[in-house]
């Protein structure tokens, strides 16, 4: 059974694609010079998934990526997002 699914809607139809538990899922979509890209990944340690999201320059060059992470509280309420330069350790990922 997928732990992951992806759809996408273009001019030619709709297709989606699963992911595992195991292999995640990775989307990506791009315009000239703004792109997004998002990984998702299942912690077993904690048995929670999780997605991150890169803001990139397109399929042109530019800037870098940026990386939204999630703010929450300590009780764990989502307060909001921030975006910030994608560190060097995950910018292959």
Known sequence: ?????????????SASRLGSKSG???VK??????????????DEKTDCDSFNVTI???????????????NRDASGILMGFVVSEKPAEIAGA
């Open 24 to 26: 995640g899922i990775h």
């Open 56 to 70: 990139t320059s397109g399929s042109g060059h530019g800037r870098g990526p940026l990386l939204i992470t999630e």
């Open 1 to 13: 059974m997928a732990q992951f699914r992806a759809t996408i809607q273009g001019n030619k139809g």
């Open 29 to 42: 979509a791009n315009a000239w010079h703004l792109g997004i890209d998002v990984d998702g990944r299942h």
